[in-house]
């Protein structure tokens, strides 16, 4: 293999703790360590001994299914721990096949902080800011796979992307490292510094200024009470959470921590899962149990949207998974003076209609991996999902039930155990089926699938996203029989 090829490895990989590496004590599906993700680097960088290399992908080679239950039966066996295409136990690589086919993998950290260099530094570009009346130094870029869009920040104000500077089509060639396309069309008015401040400190009654931090019994509450207003500050996270550190691999390979990526705590919310008054029976009997979650969160941040995303498992079995999107937004309807395909949400700065979609992959392996989807029109009657194209299903409000069981294990009373699939708002996606980014985001298609496990297929809108011709997704995976499930579960979230 050529030395000055570039490897394309990369995983955002959270770890529940730092450990050595230690075959034996790990359990199989365990992340990979900081310890483990240096381990990788060092055997790639001797193995290539060249300063072109970029890792853009690095995660755990999951065992295979038979080989996780052997070590559930058995905990003293060794199981080999593998990287993708890294042998770690062998400290050698596996596999060096080059990648042939379309689409590229994200930018890494690195390539986003550099990328708009080239860009502030580019004399038209320089001449376009001057042409605007706009200062270079107040002047921000970023980095994305569809070009480089600048704002601007003067005034005081941090939410930069209320305030971008239109007109102006920029490439830039991350490898090169310069601008190879360049075209300032037209000058566009820039949206005003005001409303746009986010920041408490910034801001005036009643939106600020911050409260105290939140307490719990039986210090006192976090809220305030002033007349008839109450008054609560809200954060990430609880108080009571416990926080855990992530880590990720840089451009050159080795791990970068992030710390408080994950926080866990419970949830209590003060209402009841379930009570019963049985006055008729003496005594009084009287049971309650209290509604108090486990819920495990993480923020995303992607540009000017916040993901809140949380695992929240409840004391009766039942999994709820959470997905919130909170977008910085400021809309003053009554200044739209003409019909728009969105709400104006700054001065001149439409924000347009579009949508975001979060898949979840669930590998749920209920009491075995011998696992069957089922779904019925609410009546005795059952239908078992035969093939993929039977699992391919679009919500609509005709009354469905779905489950995911195992047919070779009973309740006490001879049902198939499992889960019931429980979905929330159900939409589609805006974009026509030959719109590009529609055809690279055909997983979409569906609100719920099921296929047959294959670790290979991991992520539904495949590895190499970035001007993929939609040929390696869910929509191409979705054929033949299913003998092991894997459950792709749609959280819809629309954004308009």
């Known amino acids: 293999m050529d030395s000055k090829l570039r490897l394309l490895l990369f995983f955002f990989c959270f770890v529940v703790s730092i450990l ?10 365990d992340s990979l360590s900081p310890a483990e993700f240096t381990l990788v680097q060092t055997i790639v960088k001797t193995s290539y001994p060249s ?3 970029s890792f853009h992908y690095v995660g755990l080679d999951e065992p295979d299914k038979a080989v996780v239950y052997s070590w559930l039966s058995n905990s003293k066996i060794k199981i080999p721990r593998r990287a993708i295409v890294i042998d770690l136990s062998r400290r050698s690589i596996v596999s060096d096949k080059v990648y042939t086919g379309h689409g590229f993998p994200l930018l890494t950290l690195e390539e986003q902080r550099t990328g708009a260099a080239p860009v502030l530094a580019y004399e038209p570009f320089k001449a376009s800011v001057k042409k605007r009346g706009l200062n270079i130094s107040d002047v921000v870029c970023s980095s994305s796979t569809v070009g480089f869009p600048c704002f601007y920040t003067d005034q005081g104000t941090v939410n930069m992307f209320l305030r971008p500077i239109e007109g102006i089509t920029i490439v830039v060639d991350i490898e090169e490292m310069k601008v190879t396309q360049y075209n300032d069309r037209e000058v566009a008015p820039i949206p005003k510094s005001e ?7 910034k801001l005036k009654p009643p939106f600020g200024p911050r409260l105290n931090s ?4 039986p210090t006192g509450p976090g809220f305030k009470i002033d007349g008839n207003t109450v008054k609560y500050p809200l954060k990430d996270c609880p108080p009571n959470a416990v926080f855990i550190d992530g880590y990720f691999t840089s451009q050159d390979g080795a791990p970068i921590q992030t710390p408080n990526a994950i926080c866990i705590f419970e949830r209590h919310t003060g209402d009841v899962m379930w009570r019963h008054t049985e006055a008729e029976m003496p005594g009084d009997v009287r049971e309650v149990r209290p509604e108090v979650s486990l819920v495990v969160r993480m923020v995303a941040t992607v540009g000017n949207y916040d993901y809140v995303i949380d ?3 409840k004391p009766s079995g039942s999994i709820k998974l959470g997905c919130k999107v909170r977008p910085v937004e400021y809309t003053h309807i009554d200044q739209i003076k003409e019909d728009q395909q969105g709400k104006l949400v700054a001065d001149n700065t439409i924000g347009v209609n579009h949508d975001h979609f979060l898949n979840y992959y ?4 209920i009491d075995g991996y011998a696992n069957s989807f089922e779904k019925t029109k609410l009546t005795v009657e059952k239908e078992t999902a035969k093939t993929e ?3 391919r299903l679009k919500l609509d409000t005709k009354p469905m039930e779905f489950a995911m069981v195992n047919p070779n294990k009973k309740t006490k009373i001879g049902h198939p155990v499992g889960y019931r699939l429980l979905p929330g708002l159900v939409v589609g996606p805006l974009l026509t089926d030959d719109d590009y980014p529609q055809i690279r985001a055909g997983f979409t298609d569906y609100n719920i699938w099921v296929t047959p496990y294959n670790k290979s297929e991991k992520y539904s809108g495949g590895n190499y996203v970035d001007q993929s011709h939609g040929d ?3 929509l191409q995976w979705t054929d033949g029989y299913n003998p092991n499930l894997k459950l792709f579960v749609r959280c819809n979230v629309l954004i308009s």
């Open 20 to 29: 050595p590496i230690s075959i034996s004590k790990k359990r199989p599906l």
């Open 51 to 53: 300063n072109n290399l």
């Open 195 to 201: 409303p746009t401040e986010y920041r408490w400190s």
């Open 214 to 217: 939140v307490t719990t019994l």
């Open 311 to 313: 695992w929240e498992f």
């Open 362 to 365: 669930l590998d749920l392996d």
């Open 389 to 391: 194209f039977e699992a």
């Open 472 to 474: 390696d997704t869910l």
